[in-house]
């Protein structure tokens, strides 16, 4: 067997979802020599695209959609990243996204006058703009990065894929990455996590003026968790004046039968309720499951201690991230945290 290669950086960072992405920028910016290591061919995490799909076209799930904070700075420095420095335009989501409250029995607004946006060219805009920008700032990416090990010392954090070694001063990881453990100081630390698969149910609908009170005016089903966010997509109107929206629902199984299970029933309950409406018919639904590290709180506070006990291992959590916008400099101490 080859000896596994190593490659020196400043900072690493695990995963590519949208906040990955940007605080590398920031890293970077500093003249940190930075490595984004993702699991996969793509970039984006869960926020992705179905191809090509015989009912659906090609179209974006999973999306990421954002409001006004209580920060105004922090929100001016957010929003200047997207539009001035990655040149992208941001429209209002219309209608805007609800969820179910269930303390009074009624879906609501996420944030009552706080208007939701989105890129309006959409993920592949997103990915094209900040891949440009990645790249001018010599930021490696590395695709297909499965890590299987940790290991911190007072000097170097080792990350370790089967054929490829990235030694680094520092690292910074979200919550639901998939390693288990880490090795700080000669030491084996344990933060383990379960698996979770979660769900993205695209609706069709009959008419884009579709009026979704109906929708919204019923409890959901248990299968939904009680919890719902519809999120219809303004952009994927289709060509025979029918109308598309994204529902994300999430709950963990151990058994991929009970999964299954789930997913029939999902399409059983959204087509009741799309038949039942007399402005709209919803004409087909589509599940589409994905499975992510989740962390229970006794896991959280686990890879927390773990974090605090090697400077150089960074938890990542998003309004650090954010403040990172607000100041535009990477603040090596503070980058820490992403929860996109």
């Known amino acids: ?53 015989p009912v659906f076209g090609s179209i974006e799930y999973g999306c990421h959609i954002f409001a006004p904070t209580d920060n105004a700075n922090r929100d001016d420095g957010f929003y200047s990243f997207l539009v001035h420095r990655l040149g992208l335009s941001l429209v209002n989501l219309n209608p805007q996204p609800l969820f179910f409250d269930q303390s009074v029995g009624a879906y609501a607004e996420y944030h009552p006058g706080r208007l939701f946006r989105y890129f309006a060219d959409g993920l592949p805009g997103f990915l094209l703009a900040i891949e440009n920008l990645l790249e001018a700032n010599s930021v490696v990416v590395c695709r297909n990065f499965s890590v299987t090990d940790l290991r911190v010392d007072n000097d170097t ?15 910074h990881f979200p919550s639901f990455f998939g390693v288990e453990s880490a090795e700080l100081f000669g030491e084996r630390l344990e933060f383990g996590f379960e698996s979770r698969t979660c769900y993205h149910v695209l609706l069709k609908f009959s008419s884009p003026g579709q009026d979704y009170s109906y929708y919204h005016s019923i409890e959901p089903s248990l299968s939904f968790d009680k919890v719902i966010n519809l999120t219809p997509f303004y952009r994927n109107l289709c060509s025979d004046g029918s109308a598309i929206a994204c529902a994300r629902v999430s709950k963990q199984f151990k058994k991929l039968s009970e999964a299954s299970e789930f997913a029939s029933r999902v399409l059983d309950d959204l087509t009741v309720v799309g038949n039942a409406t007399s402005e709209s018919r919803l004409i087909a639904a589509r599940v589409i499951p994905y499975t992510s590290a989740y962390r229970t709180e006794p896991q959280l506070r686990a890879l927390e201690c773990a974090a605090m006990r090697a400077t150089r291992f960074s938890y990542l959590r998003s309004i650090d991230v954010v403040d990172c916008f607000q100041h535009c400099a990477y603040k090596h101490q503070n980058i820490g945290c992403i929860d996109a």
């Open 1 to 53: 067997m080859s000896e596994a290669r190593e490659e020196q950086f400043d900072d690493v960072f695990l995963g590519s979802s949208f906040l990955c992405l940007a605080a590398a920028v920031f890293a970077s910016d500093m003249g940190k020599r930075v490595a984004i290591l993702e699991k996969d061919h793509r970039l984006g995490g869960a926020w992705s695209i179905l191809k090509e799909d």
């Open 157 to 171: 954090v080792r990350t370790y894929s089967d054929k490829q070694v990235i030694c680094s001063e520092r690292i």
